[in-house]
């Protein structure tokens, strides 16, 4: 998934194009919600992460993740 470089600067191989993080945000919990098995986080690369909003956007998205699996386990 690419990430729009401004948004997260510290990924390994930035490139042009990508997501707006609402966008990811809202695809990562409908993802669980539909019963996703799990999520895993690459290219991260905390060292050129200066500002820190990359580390910032994930934890976000794990949050995302685990409000979607809480709304599917309520449904259960």
Same mark, same amino acid.
Do not use: N, S
């Given at each position: 998934m690419r990430w729009i470089t401004h948004f997260a600067p510290g990924t390994q191989y930035p490139g042009p194009g990508g997501f707006q993080p609402?966008?990811?945000m809202r695809?990562?919990?409908r993802l669980e %919600?539909?019963?996703a098995?799990?999520?895993d986080v690459v290219e991260y690369a905390p060292l050129i992460?200066?500002?820190k909003n990359t580390g910032n956007?994930?934890?976000t998205l794990l949050c995302?993740? %685990?409000a979607g699996k809480a709304h599917a386990m309520q449904a259960a």
């Open positions: 609402f966008e990811v695809f990562v919990r %919600m539909a019963g098995a799990g999520m992460d200066h500002t956007m994930l934890a995302e993740y %685990m």
